[in-house]
């Protein structure tokens, strides 16, 4: 046989699951898409169609939703946890189960003007996406955590300029620009559900402050390019969270062009308050990792497809 | 000649203007997407394809740029009414003008646990975009304000039975369900800038007040259809806002479906808090608009194209 | 009651509906996209949320799969036209209904280098969306027909020059210029249903037929400015096709503009096959109706939402 | 220092080029996304800020456009190898460049019934699209060429059964199903540029060929599980173009589930042509790699993000 079958994994992907929890009249609410691959003792089913080894997708569909109500849902990285070790603990099989999971948050209503909260009237908050990937192998766990779509802006502290110049070069250098970017990026935990007596990470906490330290390395660094940025948002999330052993970033550059007012008489400077145009494309795209010294790289590399 | 030419216009939409103020250190943005359509005497442009009567749709974008330098941008009703009336005022041609925005909101990135905020750094608040409509004929002007994507959401207080039952009817009725919805809204104020002395409203205000009240209406509804909680939605809103005449809303109803756990010997009551699965196709959709009384119905009847 | 009630309808959205039809080992394929729209006598159900007069949305999605299997689908049109029929005559309190349809076109797989096509294996035609609106009030029908996503582009044969100049227009004339649309359309059919013995169109023979009209119109029409392709395109088709009354075109001039490489001691003339960059945002937009003499204007304004 | 880089990359992403040639009256067009990643020599502008060996992602955009002149644009993959070549070989600090382009075809405009076909009006075919990706380290190219958005549906020969049943499964198996699915594929050839008079593959008939066989085998394979028809679909590739290495494919199970008609007194069977809802998620997600035997597995696992 001149072909031969390589990697190959298949599963459940989006499954959109929320779970209501009742405390009295107060709600909480979880909203996750969830994705389900799994590997394994699987060329027959490629080979000659024999599906004996295969668990239907639609099953790992329907354990989603009942380990949401046998298990609950504590944490995107909680729940995935509990499904991957399922899936490879107890079907013969499936040596490697890889779980990824978005959440949506949702903010508790305002029903007056002071701080009071409706109990079970929720608004979606449309910021960032929230991520997590688990992945076992019947040993390790591999937890990353992460987010996406969480865009932010410099209006001022940003230059530009110092860059080889070749004969395509026709870039300004710029000693105020704005600084913009949707910042994608994936964490990875050095818990790997093995040693003794370790316990897990507060997931929880873990992302707010990891988020938080993004946030304000994004806001407190006078930037020279985006890639000192993104540099500076790593490393000091390695810093700030021992829990972590390496963050891994894509970073498009969202250009804000100054107009040229010129043609109108008018000046259009940053000192001033400037006028931009927000470009589309093309767009600069920045993609690093920044990892703990001596940490092994294991995050994948591709986050997005171009 | 067997054709004629009926209703017609043009522009440039989607103009991607940011514009940021300077107040000493501390910088304010402003982040819209402007759209212009301009109606007129144009026939011609029609029939020979002589631009004679043309406005370049190029020109109507530099002069959203240049306003925006010029004029500033209080909010997206100032800009627009700005906008409007100089095309018809400034143009021949030109005997009505259309401006469409769509309005993104930014707020400040947080520089410590306390409550200090960054000067010029904004992370995008991902929420509802707001939108706001002004149209001006050379007399009166129609501004519509509004917003889309807003996501809500009741875990309970909704119920849904005593519908008409005919022949392809399956559905049972439920006595507690999630009701969630993601509102579209467009309401038109009474002011129209031709009476004297009439001061426009305080747009900023305005907004903020209209979203609270459909907000509020939303979450203390106890709801036996989607349709009486989008008329609370209407009717408290023009109570409470007397500068507005009409509002009208699309809400698709975002289904989630409680999941049947049976077959796994779980059971899955909303009262012990349920598992759900968030359906995306097909969906319920109401739409309706809801006036003060003697108003006369203005607002576009489609605000979706499905 | 200082609020009332105005325009509303309600009904179950972009219901996906594929039939396969077997003629012996030849299958077809109709693969459909259903919203219903109801209106009626529904003041209740926002007043006070009683149910008595509401077919639920969900019964409205059974009766779209049911018809499937009952009637069959032999076009959009006649599959819209049956649904609108339905509901109306049949649940008193529903006075309108409106169909929208999107019908996705698929193609016979080629088994061979010859004409052989595969009789049960398909692949996506990815081309434009055919669209259908049908409309009945218990009299009259009222059916549009239409595309959207016809993206067409001239290499050469459009100039644009002779347009008003004001203080913000910079644009320079241009005698060789690509032009490019996304055309949307909808148009009319002059038959109602009414007329004792008026047979309904060939909705098939009619698309296609209009489809060809506008897509040689674009081709043939040396172009002085997109409003004239358009008014071409829309009284070829309305002069071709007699069981037409009117066509509303949607479309963006998707701009396409010569880079220029002169930094770089490059000529970058369209006369010697030219480089472009494609353009997202901003786009002009232009919108027309081209009616038959004497037709009334009927289609909806609003094609799209910006 | 605690932290370290690790893989970083920067360029600019989705150039969109647009390149008609003109032959006499007739026109050709190229229609392509293009995106640049450059890696190398690059630690100091993301540890301090110094830009001195990075050249701008705006000197990328530029070289696209000009060499779209300069050189022209016979096949995404000969562009995407003259660039990557450029990058690596004039920049110092630049060592291994990474090209993907995404390709859009368009087809002629028909002008007559007959097979006349217009010179210079084109309209898109929306179909699949053609993508390419070339890595050169300054020594081997690696050229992958790849499709994606090609949907394709076999109305009977598909069944699934025999699969593992826990306790979660609730599937009933099926002797006559739709076969659904969105092909992604991304494949290897093995010349690399290095070998001595070893001519590039024709990359265009190389691409038809294969999108051939893929058509074919996926129409042909009376399928048992969409892993065995995936299999046969790689196979027959490899099998068929003996310049290809390996491909990978990530094909979601676009389901369309027979709906229950039961309850209105209608069979819905295959066998009499059913009617299907198509569902939007979750779905089944089926990725791997086949390879020639002896080949090395070198195309990235991660097609998608889900």
Redesign the interface.
């Known amino acids: 046989?001149?072909?031969?079958?390589?990697?190959?994994?298949?599963?459940?992907?989006?499954?959109?699951?929320?779970?209501?929890?009742?405390d009295g009249g107060t709600?909480h609410?979880k909203?996750l898409n969830v994705?389900v691959?799994l590997s394994g003792d699987?060329d027959e089913?490629?080979?000659?169609?024999?599906?004996?080894?295969?668990?239907?997708?639609?099953?790992t569909?329907?354990?989603v939703?009942?380990f949401?109500?046998?298990q609950g849902i504590e944490s995107a990285e909680q729940f995935g946890i509990a499904l991957a070790r399922h899936f490879v603990d107890?079907?013969e099989?499936i040596t490697t189960a890889r779980i990824?999971i978005e959440e949506y948050a949702?903010d508790r209503?305002?029903?007056s003007d002071g701080e009071t909260r409706?109990a079970?009237?929720?608004?979606?908050?449309?910021?960032?996406t929230r991520t997590a990937q688990i992945t076992y192998d019947g040993g390790r766990l591999q937890v990353l955590s992460g987010l996406k779509?969480?865009?932010?802006?410099?209006?001022?502290?940003s230059e530009?300029?110092?860059?080889?110049?070749?004969?395509?070069?026709?870039?300004k250098e710029d000693y105020d620009r704005?600084l913009a970017t949707e910042v994608s990026a994936v964490w990875r935990h050095n818990w790997s559900g093995e040693e003794r007596g370790a316990p897990a990470p507060d997931w929880q906490e873990s992302y707010e402050e990891t988020r938080?330290l993004m946030?304000?390395a994004?806001?407190?660094t006078y930037?020279?390019?985006l890639?000192?940025t993104?540099?500076q948002m790593?490393?000091q999330v390695?810093?700030g969270r021992p829990e972590l052993e390496?963050i891994?970033f894509s970073m498009?550059?969202k250009h804000?062009f100054k107009?040229d007012?010129e043609?109108?008489g008018?000046k259009?400077e940053?000192?001033?308050?400037?006028?931009?145009?927000?470009?589309?494309?093309?767009?600069?795209?920045?993609?690093?990792?920044?990892?703990?010294?001596g940490a092994e790289?294991r995050i994948?590399?591709?986050?997005?497809?171009?």
């Open positions: 046989m001149p072909t031969i079958l390589g990697q190959n994994q298949y599963g459940k992907a989006e499954n959109r699951v929320v779970k209501i929890t009742r709600h609410i909203d994705s691959a699987l089913v490629h080979y000659s169609g024999s599906n004996a080894h295969v668990l239907p997708t639609d099953t569909k329907n354990t939703f009942a949401a109500k046998e107890s079907t099989p990824r949702w209503i305002g029903t409706a079970h009237s929720f608004v979606r908050n449309g910021g960032e779509g969480l865009t932010v802006l410099n209006s001022t502290d530009f300029w110092g860059y080889i110049k070749d004969k395509y070069t026709t870039l704005i938080k946030l304000r994004f806001a407190g930037s020279l390019s890639q000192q993104l540099y790593g490393s390695i810093d390496e891994r498009p550059n804000h107009v007012l043609p109108f008018l259009n940053a000192a001033d308050g400037a006028v931009y145009i927000a470009a589309d494309r093309p767009y600069g795209l920045i993609e690093a990792t920044v990892l703990r010294d790289a994948p590399l591709d986050m997005t497809n171009l």
